[in-house]
């Protein structure tokens, strides 16, 4: 097998092909030739020690793939060689083959090929759950997406549309403001790459404009930072502010915010929801699949590279070049 390994922490440039020998099956595990391995933010943190999970090294990092089960380990049901199937991986999803533990696969439906299956469990499973789940969002109500171009703020987008939200997605450039409207956003709005105070003064006057009076009902804040305070102060009377996740940083926020609009800062942790509410999970990959069947949501891969180049596709991610999805495929 071949696999991109991380034997030192650092950036993109410290990953080395290497050639290993063929894995065997662990029990409870299936073990999956990769076809396609999807990129996401925490890979970049990961392999420089700045994420929660620290794997011992060398690995290969690589949190979703989906590719073919060619072995079914010792007290695995329901799984048979030959299989599709996509996963959550945490890591080792940068190789052509990775023991997954079998309750964490999801069989692909024939409608989707590869590269669509190895990008859709983590975003649309985080923006679903942070929707419906946290924010318990309605028809009707409006939602700001912060980082709206990014991997799970593109799904918000149109899992934000599904559910019948007037959305606003802000992000940092034109190009990515054309690429949210494709997605179906109502509104754009375009905030520095640098936020200083008076750029958070003009950016809560932007989304209050754009919201109306009646201020944001749901904030999904994908990039943190100086970015989240301005959209805390355009919520609506009882509105929710998610948290998701902190590419700019980790904000501080005066609580006196809340009491005045009688409103929840909600914290998201998807990958922790999956173990904790293995049924409703289950419920919110059904929702996921029938929308992707009925075209309400497809992930948009703005790029794919082979296996040997995943340094260059992190790189894109690492400066916040990414529009929608990035995926290896890995022949
Ligand atoms: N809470 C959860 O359960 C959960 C689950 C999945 C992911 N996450 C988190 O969600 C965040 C987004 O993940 P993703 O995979 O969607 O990433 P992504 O595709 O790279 O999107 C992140 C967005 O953040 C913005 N950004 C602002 N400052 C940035 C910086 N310094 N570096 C890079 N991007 C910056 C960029 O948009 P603009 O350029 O438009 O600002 C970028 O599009 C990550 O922090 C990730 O860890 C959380």
């Known amino acids: 097998m071949k696999a991109m390994l991380s034997t030192a922490p650092g950036g993109p440039e410290t990953l080395e092909l290497t050639e290993l020998p063929d894995p065997k099956v662990q029990a409870g595990h299936l073990l999956v030739r990769v076809r396609a391995a999807g990129l996401n933010f ?22 979703e793939i989906a590719g073919d089960v060619i072995a079914v ?20 999803g940068f190789a052509t083959h990775v023991n997954v533990d079998a309750t964490k696969a999801v069989p692909v439906p024939d409608d989707m090929p590869y590269d669509d299956a190895a990008c859709f469990i983590f975003t649309y499973g985080t923006s679903h759950h942070a929707l419906k789940d946290r924010a318990k969002l309605k028809a009707g109500e409006t939602l700001l997406i912060l980082g709206a171009a990014g991997g799970v703020g593109a799904a ?30 109502d509104e754009t709005l375009v905030y520095p790459r640098d936020l200083d105070r008076d750029g ?28 989240a305070e301005p959209a805390i102060r355009s919520l609506a009377w009882e509105g929710r502010f998610l948290v998701v996740g902190f590419p700019a940083g980790i904000p501080k926020i005066p609580l006196n915010l809340t009491l005045l609009k009688g409103s929840q ?35 948009r891969i703005s790029a794919t590279f082979p296996l040997a180049e995943a340094a260059q596709a992190l790189e894109l991610m690492q400066d916040r070049k990414v529009m929608g999805k990035v995926v290896l495929t890995v022949d």
């Open 42 to 63: 925490p890979d970049t943190l990961m392999i420089r020690d700045l994420y929660q999970i620290k794997p011992p090294r060398p690995y290969a990092p690589g949190g």
């Open 73 to 92: 380990g010792e007290g695995v049901e329901g799984y048979s060689v030959g299989d599709r199937v996509l996963a959550l991986t945490g890591f080792g």
């Open 156 to 185: 918000a987008i149109e899992l934000g549309k599904a559910a019948g939200a007037k959305v606003i997605a802000a992000v940092s450039s034109e190009d990515k403001a054309a690429f949210c409207k494709e997605l179906g956003a």
């Open 200 to 227: 958070q003064k003009a950016l809560s006057g932007q989304i209050k404009e754009l919201a109306g009076p009646r201020g944001v009902d749901v904030v999904y804040d994908a990039v943190g930072g100086a970015y």
């Open 265 to 299: 800062i909600v914290g998201v942790f998807w990958g922790a929801s999956v173990r904790v509410d293995p049924k409703g999970h289950a419920e919110n990959m059904a929702d996921l699949f029938k929308l992707y069947a009925e075209g309400k949501v497809k992930p």
